[in-house]
Structures are given as structure tokens and as C-alpha cells.
């Protein structure tokens, strides 16, 4: 396999460092929330948010003012927008059979998916509303039939983000907190005094809301690791490089540590697209974001053939994973380590971002080499159960499990099965019988 560079990221023991310094920040504010609670709270969200009224959560009379303040084509497009959401959603649903089955004479196995209490959707805001996020979150919650679902989003220099908090209402939020950052999901995960805790935790963020999810994972559910946004495009010499250019750019505006990866059989067209985004980078309104984030994070990488450049994507394990190329569905036969596929010049990331029903609280940083991305089983329980209704198989079972439970020396778990086992095939057990007489 050979790899040419026409751009490099910084080196791995950098960012390294940096997210060393984020765990340390995040542990710090999580110790101090779980010992002050909501004091700490409102210090933190003063501190990093200038925000601190008089109670984070909005009532139902401040979401119908502020939800009446959004523009009626921006109310129809989020409809649309939790339209494609729910169908989908819906759909997954449908394909998670709960079933029961008889696998001995009398003897009853069973699958059920309950959905959990109460989740918490962490929608990001910071500099952007990521208003879409509400759909992927509190909407494919209530799909999956949570009770309490409980929405957090951060204001937004000091601004109440009104299309994030009437995205939230539309998509079925029972209570909605303008709140954000490590103080945000660590009030939802521990419960304060005015703050009511969660059994799960969705929804995608800054380094310092994934950390927090990882630090706090344990004490509450987590839907996955969803940090920075990722975008690698693999694209051979059919795929136009203004749009490789363009999509690329598309999600390095996300923030500053959000990598952009091209990966191209074609060195004419990853040299053309270089050029591209140095040319499109200055003019683009966000480019103090996806500036820093191309300079420090982003590559382009030539290999010699689309085997290698599927091997290549494949080892990055990315978020989203565009295929611009000739043949873009080989891709589904020939990768398996990614959060979601765009394929065809037709698609594109932003469409999975905002509108096209697919969710996109995704994996990031290789996690996609064991997860995929939230969808409605996030909120589900799978839980088994049984029923003997057989004597006789429960006294087959009975002989069984002694005998394998005596292997492992669990000799509590081997009189389980001896004693029914006796109620079939004869007398009490013998250690039974010695112990009742005793008394």
C-alpha cells in the first residue's frame, strides 16, 4: 500500500495533549457540580455562557413566545426536517421484533424492548444553533416511546436560540433548559435541586461535552461518543473537485478541531481541490472556524487504487464518509468502519446534518470501529424473560444446570436446579434432607 501526502494534519501526540487538558477541565467542573449542585451550575454557566436567570428551565409560556418569534418558513422547513426524522425513525422501529419462542417442551423464551424512563438531549449551540439536533434527538426519543424527555441547549452569546428551543417543542420536549457545556450534561446525569436526573444521555458536542459523557458514563446511560465532527470524501477522477472542495469545507466549519480528510486515486484531482479550497477558505463566513480546522486537521491523501482508498477509510474510522466516485455503492460491500455513508455526487453530508431523516449524532475519533450512530434502539431496553412451564423440562434443566454449576464450584446455583429437579424425579436431595433433618 502506497500513501502520498499532498496534505498533512498536525501530529496525533498534539491533539493528544489538548485532550489531556480537557479531561483534566471537565473532571474539575464535574467534582464541583456533584458537590455544590445548582450553585455550581449557574457559576459555570455565568462563566462560560454569560447566562444565569432566574430558573434555566423555560416554562410553557416562554416556549409559545419565543417559539412565535421564528419566521413561519423556518417553522415549515423544521417541520419537514422532523417529517424525514420521525418516518425513519418509525421505520427502524418497525424492524425490532420482540418475539417469543418455545424452545423445549413447556419451556417459554422471550424479547421485549421497553424504552427507558427519561433522556436527556443535549442539543449544541455555542457560537451556532445546531438546531437539527433536536430532531435527531429529543424527536427519535419520543419515537421510541420516552416518557420524560428533557431537552438542553445553550444560549447563544447571551441570546435565547429561538429556532433550537421551538425545534425542541415541535419535536416533543417535556421540559427545555436554556443551559449548555459540561455543566449542562452533568446537571442532567447527577440531578440537582431544581434539575431532575436522566437514565440516558444523546446528543453530540464540543470535546468537553463528549468527555463529560465519558467521565460520567456509568452513573447515567450514554448514546455514544459524538465529539468533533469528521468528514472524509473518497473520490476517484469522475468526481468534480468544486464539490469535494465544498463538502469538505462543509463540515470543517463545525469548529476549529474538526477534521477533513480527502482520499483520491486521482493526484491531478486532489492537487485541483487543494487549490479550490485555498481559493473558496478566505471568502467562507465561518472561515474562523473551518480555517483552523483545515490548516491543523485537514489531509489529502493519493493512493493508487479504490481497493486501498476503501483500506485507508476504512483504518480512519470516520464520522461521515462521503463516495464520489464511478461506482459509489461498491462502498457498501467494501467498508465497515464508519458512522454513516453519503454516496453519490447526488448526496452529501449537510443533507444527513439537516434534512434527509437519517440521524446524525455519529461516531467520531474511531468509534465507528464498534458503534454505529444513535437511532431509535439507543432508547431501548432489549430485555429477555422465561418461562417452565414443563415439569419435566424443569427437572432436565434441573440436572443440568447442577451439574454445570458444581464445575464452576457455585454449589448454591447447582441446589437451584437439584431441587427441581426433585420434584419430578423423586426424593429430596440429600444435602436437603441432611439439612432439614439437623433442625
Known amino acids: 500500500m502506497s500513501k502520498t501526502y499532498l496534505k498533512e494534519a498536525v501530529p496525533a501526540a498534539r491533539v493528544a495533549r489538548d485532550l489531556a487538558g480537557v479531561r483534566e477541565t471537565v473532571a474539575s467542573v ?17 462563566k462560560f455562557d454569560s447566562w444565569s436567570p432566574d430558573d434555566f428551565r423555560l416554562s410553557a409560556a416562554q416556549i409559545e413566545e419565543i417559539t412565535g418569534l421564528v419566521p413561519a418558513q423556518v417553522i415549515e422547513d423544521i417541520q419537514f426536517a422532523q417529517a424525514q426524522v420521525r418516518g425513519f425513525a ?9 418475539f417469543e419462542v418455545e424452545t423445549l417442551p413447556g419451556v417459554f423464551l422471550g424479547q421485549k424492548h421497553l424504552p427507558v424512563s427519561s433522556a436527556g438531549a443535549y442539543i449544541p449551540g455555542g457560537r451556532y ?24 441547549t445553550p444560549p447563544i452569546r447571551g441570546q435565547i436560540p429561538a429556532a433550537t428551543v421551538a425545534a425542541a417543542h415541535l419535536a416533543g420536549a417535556d421540559e427545555i433548559y436554556l443551559l449548555g457545556g459540561v455543566q449542562a450534561v452533568t446537571a442532567l446525569a447527577l440531578g440537582t435541586e431544581t434539575i431532575g436526573k436522566v437514565d440516558l444521555l444523546a446528543g453530540p458536542g464540543n470535546a468537553y461535552v463528549a468527555e463529560a459523557k465519558r467521565q460520567l458514563f456509568g452513573e447515567v446511560g450514554i448514546d455514544l461518543l459524538a465529539g468533533p465532527t469528521e468528514i472524509l470524501v473518497i473520490a476517484d477522477s469522475t468526481a468534480g473537485p468544486e464539490v469535494v472542495a465544498v463538502d469538505l469545507l462543509s463540515q470543517a466549519e463545525h469548529g476549529p478541531d474538526s477534521p477533513a480528510v480527502l482520499v483520491t486515486t486521482s493526484r491531478e484531482l486532489g492537487e485541483t481541490v487543494l487549490g479550490y479550497i485555498e481559493k473558496i477558505l478566505p471568502g467562507m463566513p465561518t472561515s474562523d472556524f473551518a480555517g483552523p480546522a483545515w490548516r491543523d486537521h485537514g489531509q489529502i ?34 467498508m465497515r468502519n464508519y458512522g454513516a455513508l453519503f454516496l ?30 444513535l437511532w431509535v434502539g439507543k432508547y431501548l431496553k432489549t430485555v429477555t424473560y422465561q418461562e ?11 440436572e443440568v444446570c447442577g451439574r454445570a454449576s458444581r464445575v ?9 436446579g437439584d431441587i427441581r429437579a426433585a420434584r419430578v424425579d423423586g426424593p429430596r436431595p440429600g444435602w436437603l434432607a441432611a439439612a432439614l433433618d439437623e433442625q
Open 408 to 416: 464452576e464450584l457455585f454449589e448454591g446455583h447447582a441446589r437451584s
Open 344 to 373: 453519490g455526487e447526488g448526496t452529501c453530508v449537510s443533507y444527513g446534518d439537516k434534512v434527509i431523516g437519517t440521524n446524525h449524532v455519529l461516531p467520531t475519533r474511531g468509534a465507528a470501529r464498534y458503534t454505529g450512530g
Open 90 to 98: 418509525a421505520i427502524q422501529l418497525a424492524s425490532m421484533s420482540e
Open 30 to 46: 464535574i467534582a464541583d457540580i456533584r458537590s455544590r449542585g445548582d450553585a455550581a451550575v449557574r457559576e459555570y454557566s455565568a
Open 129 to 152: 444553533p445546531l438546531t437539527a439536533s433536536a430532531h435527531m434527538t429529543v424527536l427519535t426519543a419520543k419515537a421510541a416511546g420516552v416518557e420524560r424527555v428533557v431537552a438542553c
Open 301 to 334: 491523501i493519493v493512493v493508487d487504487d479504490r481497493d486501498e482508498a476503501f483500506a485507508v477509510a476504512d483504518a480512519f474510522a470516520f464520522e461521515h464518509v462521503e463516495v464520489l466516485t464511478a461506482a459509489p455503492r461498491d462502498a457498501l460491500d467494501r
Open 388 to 398: 417452565v412451564r414443563s415439569p419435566e423440562s424443569s427437572a432436565l434443566l434441573g
